[in-house]
């Protein structure tokens, strides 16, 4: 299991492929959206570049980061929020 010049081998696809579908499985429906979607993906590819390859460690951190607004978002900036 390896990058390799920014590719990932088959074996890794696979892992990232499962670890970002049961991620997607784990949202509320009302969250089945395709900016969260990209984000989670975005988060596992991120971790696996970094060496990450658990998939239930790269599920959960994905998780994590569509489960907690970040700093500077929409929702934050909105006055009516606040």
Do not use: W, Y
């Not at 959960?60 to 978002?73: D, Q």
Request: overall charge negative; charged content about 30%.
């Amino acid at each position: 299991m390896a990058e390799m010049n920014g590719a990932f081998d088959p074996e890794t696809i696979a892992i990232l492929r499962a670890a970002f579908d049961d991620a997607c499985a784990s949202l509320p429906s009302e969250q089945h959206t395709q900016s969260k979607r990209s984000t989670l993906a975005q988060r596992i590819l991120k971790l696996a570049s970094e060496g990450e390859r658990d998939p239930e460690r790269l599920r959960a951190f994905a998780l994590m980061e569509v489960a907690s607004p970040t700093v500077g978002s929409k929702a934050e900036a909105s006055p009516a929020r606040r």
